[in-house]
């Protein structure tokens, strides 16, 4: 099994920047990609950034531009730096791993974003 853990969240006005750390433990050796999802209220979960252990980077072209996803080789952990927040961005923030196969194999249990303007 493998655990998440983010930490990160906050609340900044927009134009602001938050940067959400994601650390993984437990079966790490399971993992080929790490990304973050989020989940505004009354809305369904939606894809924001992905890595591949590859190098292969992804985003959400809401994001893209404005969002950096990092990881730290030896940890086992992601980053999101996100720059130039807009309300929109406003979230529950949540981490997710995947194996080789492309399948997911755990969440973290979210990390809140909130951005006033």
């Known amino acids: 099994q493998v655990q998440l853990v983010e930490s990160g969240g906050g609340s900044v006005q927009a134009g602001g920047s938050l940067r959400l750390s994601c650390a993984a433990s437990g079966r790490t050796s399971l993992i080929y990609a790490m990304g973050w999802y989020r989940q505004a209220p009354g809305k369904e979960r939606e894809f924001v950034a992905h890595k591949r252990w590859s190098g292969d980077t992804h985003y959400a072209d809401s994001v893209n531009g404005r969002f950096t996803i990092s990881r730290e080789k030896v940890k086992y952990t992601v980053h999101l730096q996100m720059d130039s927040l807009k309300p929109e961005d406003t979230a529950v923030y949540y981490c997710?791993?995947?194996?080789?196969?492309?399948?997911?194999?755990?969440w973290g249990q979210g990390t809140q974003v909130t951005v006033s303007s």
């Open positions: 997710t791993a995947f194996d080789p196969a492309g399948r997911n194999v755990n």
